[in-house]
C-alpha cells in the first residue's frame, strides 16, 4: 500500500472553496495541520473565519469529500480549532490579491433588505468530479458548495431579503438571528461576483436558470 502524502491531501483541499469567500479554504489560510498515519487516515486541524458560522457543518462534509478524492484516502478526521484564531494574515499573497480583484469597482447603491428582491443570475455548471460552478456573464466561474446552491436559486426575484434570511435558518436548522449576518455578506459577495443583482438598481444582462 502507497503511502498518501501531505502534498497530495493539500492539492485536493485547494480545490475546496469557502463557502463565504469564492477562494479556496487552502488559500484562505483555513488548514492549521495535515496528519496521516501509517495505514493512510488522515486527521485535518482547521479553522474557519469566524465563530457560529452557519455553513460548519457544510464545509466539514466538504473537506471529507475531497480529501477522500486522493487515492488510498483510508478515513478521515475533521477537527475544528479556534487557536490561534484567523486573521487575513493568514491568507496567501495570492489570495489576497484575487480577494482585491474580486471587489466591486464602483460603489453599489446602499441595499433596503426590507424591500429590495434579489435576483440570481448566470449559470449552474456540475463539474465530473461532482463539484459545483456558479457562472456570470463574463463567464468567470466560482466554486460553490450545496448550501450557496440552494441561496442563490432561492433569490428569485420575489422574496425579500427578511424571507431569504427565514429560509435559510431554516434550512439549516438554526436561529434566524445566527443566519441574519452571514445571509447578507452572501447577498453581497454572490452580487460583487455577478451572480445576483438588485431590481430597480441594476439590469441583470443573464437569464436566471434553475
Known amino acids: ?74 478515513s478521515v478526521k475533521v477537527d475544528i480549532v479556534w487557536d490561534p484564531p484567523w486573521t487575513l494574515d493568514k491568507m ?36 465530473e468530479d461532482g463539484s459545483m460552478v456558479l457562472a456570470n456573464e463574463h463567464n468567470q466561474g466560482f466554486m460553490v458548495n450545496q448550501a450557496i446552491v440552494d441561496f442563490w436559486k432561492s433569490c428569485n426575484g420575489k422574496r425579500k431579503i427578511t424571507e431569504l434570511v427565514d429560509i435559510f435558518a431554516k434550512e439549516t436548522g438554526l436561529q434566524r438571528s445566527q443566519v441574519e449576518k452571514e445571509v447578507i455578506q452572501l447577498i453581497g459577495q454572490l452580487r460583487d461576483g455577478g451572480l445576483i443583482v438588485i431590481p430597480d438598481q441594476e439590469m441583470p444582462n443573464v437569464q436566471f436558470k434553475k
Open 1 to 74: 500500500m502507497s503511502m498518501v502524502t501531505v502534498d497530495q491531501v493539500r492539492n485536493s483541499l485547494s480545490q475546496c472553496m469557502d463557502p463565504e469567500v469564492p477562494l479556496s479554504i487552502v488559500e484562505m489560510g483555513l488548514i492549521y495541520g495535515i496528519d496521516i498515519s501509517e495505514s493512510n487516515d488522515v486527521s485535518i486541524k482547521m479553522t474557519m473565519t469566524a465563530q457560529g458560522c452557519p455553513l460548519h457543518q457544510t464545509l466539514v462534509q466538504d473537506v471529507t469529500r475531497y480529501v477522500k478524492k486522493v487515492p488510498g484516502v483510508n
Open 92 to 127: 496567501s499573497d495570492a489570495a489576497k490579491a484575487k480577494l482585491r480583484s474580486f471587489a466591486p469597482r464602483s460603489t453599489p447603491a446602499p441595499i433596503n433588505y426590507d424591500t429590495v428582491l434579489p435576483q440570481g443570475v448566470g449559470s449552474l455548471v456540475q463539474q
